[in-house]
């Protein structure tokens, strides 16, 4: 009997190395140490068998489980190896390769789409882009600017200051800009006339309801010359209207004032969403109010007064005329894209958002 078993053994090991793959190692472990094979059911029969052969017998067949199921315990753990580095080179990724399905990489959002498109067009008009700081003096935000010491623009009410308790009428006194119109100023004091330039940027003022946030951006703009009149400022700004809202918009001129334009004018352009204020359904427009008109921005002549700050950088205000203009970017995007609440620019809602691609 124990010849038997050590031919069985033989035999399987001789198996368990050659197995090529788990299933074939598996397919032996059943063949030799299955319910149904050979050596188990030698073991079963032991007790049957004389009293001089149980204990030779059971000791050779325990021996001979125990070293099979090492046998194939360890062929196991060859094989997995083995076909893991097969699985891993068989479904190798390319990871240059473009994914399917493509990444979403997202979209610009509305204020940015609409910025580009504004600044797309005065580039269009010959006018150059330039940017400044966000925290500004007093000098350049009001004093420059022609702003009196009583202008209720100054007030705390009114604007950011970095420090708070600070002197509001030193002109070193640090504030978060109002508008885009400081540079103006520093434009000028960098380069003599002809100047064309536009502004965007962030701005900031205490404000905040359905039209207004405390942040907001601006495009301040900003042309000098010899020989330039508000007609020519109609003119740019009718391009721009056309431009932006359709090319059968027209704009007017009503008088208005600001501190550093002098005469100032508030801007509106011809409604784009029904005739005469009246909607294609016969109802008053919600958009224009029935006015027919929708104010669009302030504009202006340069005051003589700010060309004074710079009159030793070749601004002779005897000599030169410009004109300027200040446009929201987010009413602009407001008006074009029908958004009813200022703030859900902001709001972060992706459901928003996504309409805007």
């Not at 042309?223 to 704009?251: C, K, N, P, S």
């Not at 030793?312 to 609440?341: N, S, W």
Request: glycine content about 6%; proline content about 7%.
């Amino acid at each position: 009997m124990t010849d038997r078993i050590q031919q069985i053994r033989a035999e399987a090991e001789q198996a368990i190395t050659t197995a090529a793959d788990t299933q074939t190692l598996e397919n032996v472990r059943i063949h030799y140490l299955g319910r149904k094979a050979e050596l188990p059911n030698l073991l079963r029969t032991v007790a049957e068998l004389p009293a001089g052969e149980r204990a030779a017998t059971g000791k050779a067949a325990n021996e001979a489980r125990k070293a099979l199921e090492a046998a194939i315990e360890q062929r196991a753990l060859q094989l997995a190896a083995t076909e893991l580095e097969q699985r891993l080179e068989r479904d190798r990724v390319d990871v240059t390769l473009p994914p399917d399905p493509g990444v979403h990489i997202g979209r610009l959002h509305l204020i940015t789409q609409t910025r580009r498109e504004l600044e797309d067009v005065f580039i269009g008009l010959g006018f150059n882009v330039a940017e400044g700081p966000e925290v500004e003096t007093v000098y350049y935000n009001f004093d420059a600017l022609n702003h009196v010491p009583t202008h209720p623009a100054r007030l705390m009410t009114d604007t950011f200051y970095v420090e708070p308790g600070e002197d509001i009428f030193d002109p070193t006194t640090l504030l978060l800009r109002t508008h885009t119109s400081p540079m103006q100023v520093k434009a000028m004091e960098r380069q003599p006339p002809p100047l064309y330039i536009i502004v965007p940027g962030r701005t900031y003022r205490p404000d905040n309801d359905a039209t207004h946030t405390p942040q907001f951006h601006q495009i301040e703009g900003l042309a000098v010359d010899t020989d330039i009149t508000l007609a020519d400022l109609q003119g740019t700004l009718l391009a721009f209207a056309r431009a932006i809202f359709g090319e059968a918009r027209e704009v007017r001129l009503r008088p208005h004032f600001f501190p550093f334009t002098e005469p100032s004018v508030e801007v509106d352009v011809s409604c784009f969403n029904c005739t005469n204020g009246i909607t294609a359904g016969g109802q008053r427009c919600p958009l224009c109010r029935g006015e027919a008109w929708i104010e669009i921005l302030g504009a202006g002549m340069v005051d003589p007064n700010v060309f004074e700050y710079v009159r030793e950088h070749g601004y002779d205000p005897e000599k030169i005329q410009g004109f300027a203009f200040g446009i929201g970017i987010e009413r602009i995007a407001m008006l074009k894209h029908d958004v009813p609440d200022l703030r859900l620019l902001y709001d972060n809602d992706i459901r928003f958002l996504e309409q805007f691609g």
